[in-house]
């Protein structure tokens, strides 16, 4: 009998119904519109954007402009795109409004619906920020789309990769922004590292659109984004202990899969202290010994390059160089690196050059950076698996927007063989049977190497067939797009944030754009055009006729979504379309969460060689499986959360503190509010209150005067006076640095003091603030440990981290105190300027503290610092100095020698 719940649904339909239907009557508003918009010419459609914003001056609310804004950008991209929108696809754009997810399948064009809310919260002048998975989404989508809001007269900017501030800045001066998620971040964390509010690239955070929201959001929060800067180089101890781990016994290790996690046994302690001994590298006490608490570091990363990290699944070696594999999209991460000394490890291991280690300057979550938006928005083909979490983190709302067209896909029950070797047999028949009826094929893959694999089976059965996996991304965009012809065998390596929809019978749009590329005559590039137009459209009818996309998953990924995602690559906009996934008991997920006694159940049901077993039952149990990873991923990014946000309330209040004093004129108040603290601190621990004079240590007083606030006082005759209490020493104090500093700000003249001070303020919380992200950064690890001894981990960081930034508050005081007190400088020349001050050379990481995986890498300088060329007309001449322009010191030698420009033509 049905459950009351199904009973109810079906009378009432669900609550995403019931909210999607109550949207109906907005649409039926704006489809009433159209006529009048479509009788409008060209310039008075263009006048709406003015007419909008007047009317928002004149007190409307973004909710009564509604369904006119979009009555005009569906009609604006019927003019420039020829494409309208369709009613659920308004509806979609309704949702974005709002502030939440829009869940659309695959094909139900995502990118068109974003145009609607984009145009409409970009009428404030505030700017909106559409945030990508990758450069080229952003670069072709603020192309695309930006057809239609040029068209209505709004500015279009677009954030990539290795652009400088000034582009930037203009980037985010226009009204609709594009870029990805690490740009925006990086962008952020650097505009805090400025000295001048005019050096700032960002103008707030109004309103974001996420494309791919639940890879954005959840995959990649994991991860919090890191700027840092390079320590000294290590790398012989790298190369050192790297020697030492292949000579380990399996006993000496603890390997946990499911965990990701590898550690010594006591044993293992034992063997690894000896064999370092051995080599000099532990010279004194035992591994564990403080003194020895970097080797120990050393000795795990080189353990777990070793043991966890496999070359072509997790990384691969090109060009001399260790990149990482995304987990998720199967890309390659060219410049990304892994954090904290384990790139260095694997760079050991690979027997490749070692690149040095960095200290964090700057730090945040993409949870913490895209909560800053006054309304957040997003949109993907799979959000609801994570519904619970979007709304406890981010507070955003999944629902899920009916297709244009009845989904006609097929989805099958997944048959599961003993071997993998079976399952690839039986993977290889079903590519070859479509083959032959002319039906496309999408294999998923969860890897490079069994990608590798599979292409090498069909090669031997002689089956044409296009790979797209890291090796070949340049080329993806075109291989997903001709991957619906007839017959067609497309292999690839996760399809999450693809960007490009599999079209049957092949994209017509990209087939145009490289077929007429180069033909000049307008007579010739039409009759091209009429030619593939034609061909498409038998090709479209001979992969409908043979059943449209057959979507094969290889395996189960750990993520329900990202399964999803690949499924719906198939059935786009009411084509017909199968999915089915082949499974085995030794693929990754069945042999860490599946049970052990599967197999032998299977032999005793007398399972013959080659032979499946089907059962919707093992998909319920396998959804469990992906269940208990996707839980413990979600704790391990609420943990993550919880921990950052300790530092995220520290690091907002520097970062007005900052703001605050770049926009001041003038900081001598705040200077002088310090110098007093610092004296009454001073004060308070020599002269302490109720005790008698003789227990007064004026001497001590005397000497931190004199370092301090650089003033030579006959302070321990003051005790000798009748009656004088702490109170009149604090007040001569105070009087006698007002007078010092007064003199110096006459003697150098009072607008360059007042420079002065802002510079050496902002310049002295900037270092304290480095030094403070190094120690919470030890701080994370080592109350990790307490949870041993019964007590929180949390609440342990929680108070520890609030006594560091006491202590932080303090150093920075007596710093700028001490600072003002003793410089001397005579002339304007020598004094310090805010605009001379020289950003520290940065490198971009997005790394996890727990796993140490990260996506932007310590290479990857491009970002952050480029060589500033004097001339960019003069071509550089590595022969020539004089071409080279300003080289970062890490940067390599642009004379070709190999070597690091500070150890070439840049040494000192």
């Excluded at 590292?193 to 103008?203: C, F, G, H, N, T």
């Excluded at 028949?429 to 890897?447: F, H, M, N, W, Y």
Aim: negative net charge.
């Amino acid at each position: 009998m049905a459950s009351f719940g199904a009973l109810a649904k079906r009378l009432f339909g669900s609550s995403n119904d019931r909210r999607i239907k109550a949207y109906s009557a907005r649409v039926e508003a704006i489809n009433a519109l159209e006529p009048a918009m479509a009788a409008l010419d060209d310039d008075a459609l263009r006048g709406k954007t003015a007419e909008f914003r007047a009317r928002l001056d004149a007190g409307e609310a973004l909710d009564d402009l509604l369904p006119e804004a979009f009555a005009t950008v569906r009609e604006a991209a019927k003019r420039t795109l020829g494409q309208r929108h369709y009613d659920v696809q308004m509806i979609g754009g309704m949702v974005l409004h709002e502030g939440n997810i829009s869940e659309m399948k695959t094909g139900e064009g995502k990118t068109l619906v974003s145009t609607l809310a984009a145009y409409l919260n970009a009428l404030p002048g505030k700017g909106v920020h559409l945030v990508t998975v990758n450069d080229y989404l952003a670069k072709r989508d603020s192309e695309w789309m930006g057809e239609i809001y040029r068209f209505l007269g709004m500015s279009v900017g677009v954030i990539l990769h290795g652009l400088d501030d000034n582009q930037r800045r203009e980037a985010y001066g226009a009204d609709i922004t594009y870029g990805t998620n690490n740009e925006y971040g990086f962008d952020y964390l650097r505009d805090n590292m400025k000295y001048q509010l005019a050096s700032m690239v960002q103008r707030g955070h109004h309103y974001a659109i996420v494309d791919e929201v639940d890879s954005i959001l959840i995959d990649e929060a994991r991860t919090p984004l890191i700027i840092s800067g390079p320590l000294d180089d290590k790398s012989d101890l790298y190369l050192s202990i790297d020697e030492v781990i292949p000579e380990i016994a399996d006993a000496d290790y603890e390997l946990d899969e499911k965990a990701r996690t590898v550690n010594l046994t006591d044993d293992g302690n034992e063997h690894i202290e000896e064999l370092l001994r051995n080599r000099n590298i532990l010279t004194e006490g035992n591994l564990y010994d403080i003194e020895n608490i970097t080797i120990v570091h050393h000795v795990n990363n080189a353990l777990r390059a070793h043991k966890l990290f496999q070359k072509d699944k997790d990384y691969i070696v090109k060009a001399g160089k260790v990149v990482i594999i995304d987990e998720f999209t199967g890309r390659m991460m060219e410049g990304r690196r892994y954090s904290d000394g384990l790139h260095q490890a694997l760079e050991a291991k690979e027997r490749v050059q070692i690149q040095p280690e960095n200290q964090t300057l700057a730090s945040i979550t993409f949870q913490n950076y895209f909560r800053m938006y006054k309304k957040l928005a997003g949109m993907t083909g799979t959000a609801l698996t994570e519904a619970s979490e979007f709304g406890d983190i981010y507070g955003l709302e999944v629902l899920e927007i009916p297709t244009n067209m009845p989904v006609a896909r097929v989805d099958e029950d997944d048959e599961v063989y003993r071997t993998a070797r079976e399952k690839y047999d039986a993977i290889i028949l079903q590519i070859e049977d479509c083959a032959k009826r002319g039906q496309p094929v999408l294999v998923g893959t969860t890897s490079i190497e069994k990608s590798e694999k599979l292409a090498e089976l069909l090669k031997q059965k002689k089956v044409k067939h296009n790979v797209l996996n890291a090796r070949y991304h340049e080329q993806e965009a075109h291989i997903i797009a001709q991957a619906g012809v007839p017959g067609g065998v497309t292999i690839a390596t996760n399809m999450a944030g693809r960007g490009t929809d599999i079209q049957l019978g092949g994209n017509l749009d990209m087939r145009i754009a490289d077929e007429t590329a180069g033909i000049e005559d307008e007579g010739a590039r039409q009759r091209k055009i009429d030619e593939v137009k034609a061909d498409v459209a038998v090709k479209k009818k001979r992969a409908l006729e043979a059943g449209g996309l057959y979507v094969i998953g290889t395996e189960r990924h750990e993520s329900r979504r990202i399964d999803n995602q690949l499924r719906g690559r198939s059935g786009r906009q009411g084509d017909p379309g199968h999915s089915k996934f082949y499974l085995s008991l030794e693929d990754d997920l069945m042999r860490i969460f599946g049970t052990d006694r599967m197999d032998g159940m299977l032999q005793k049901l007398g399972l013959e060689e080659g032979e499946a077993i089907v059962h919707p039952w093992i998909n319920k149990a396998l959804e469990k499986a992906q269940q208990k990873v996707e839980a413990r991923n979600f704790d391990i990014r609420k943990n993550l959360l919880k921990f950052d946000n300790v530092m995220n309330d520290q690091r907002r209040a520097i970062f007005e503190q900052r703001i605050e004093l770049m926009k001041a004129e003038d900081v001598s108040e705040t200077v002088s509010d310090m110098r007093r603290q610092v004296i009454d601190d001073m004060v308070a621990l020599h002269v302490p209150e109720k005790a008698y004079a003789e227990q007064w240590d004026m001497a001590g007083l005397k000497a931190e005067v004199e370092k301090t606030l650089g003033l030579d006082l006959p302070v321990e005759s003051w005790a000798e006076e009748e009656g004088i209490a702490e109170e009149e020493i604090r007040e001569r104090l105070y009087a006698a640095t007002d007078r010092h500093m007064a003199s110096k700000a006459a003697q150098v003249g009072s607008d360059l003091m007042r420079q002065v001070e802002k510079a050496v303020l902002l310049q002295t919380l900037d270092m304290h603030w480095r030094e403070h992200l190094m120690m919470l950064d030890h701080l994370r690890q080592a109350v990790g440990l307490r949870g041993y001894g019964q007590r929180d981990p949390l609440n342990e960081y929680k108070s520890e981290a609030f006594e560091l930034f006491e202590s932080l508050l303090r150093r920075l005081r007596e710093d700028v105190t001490r600072q003002l007190a003793v410089a001397q400088f005579v002339t304007e020349a020598q004094a310090p300027r805010i605009e001379d001050a020289p950003l520290p050379e940065m490198h971009a990481h997005h790394a996890d503290p727990a796993t140490g995986e990260d996506e932007m890498g310590g290479g990857d300088t491009a970002t952050l610092q480029r060589p500033v060329r004097n001339d960019p007309g003069v071509a550089l001449n590595p022969n020539d100095p004089a071409t080279w322009g300003k080289t970062p010191r890490n940067a390599p030698c642009p004379c070709g020698s190999g070597k690091k420009y500070k150890h070439c033509h840049g040494a000192i």
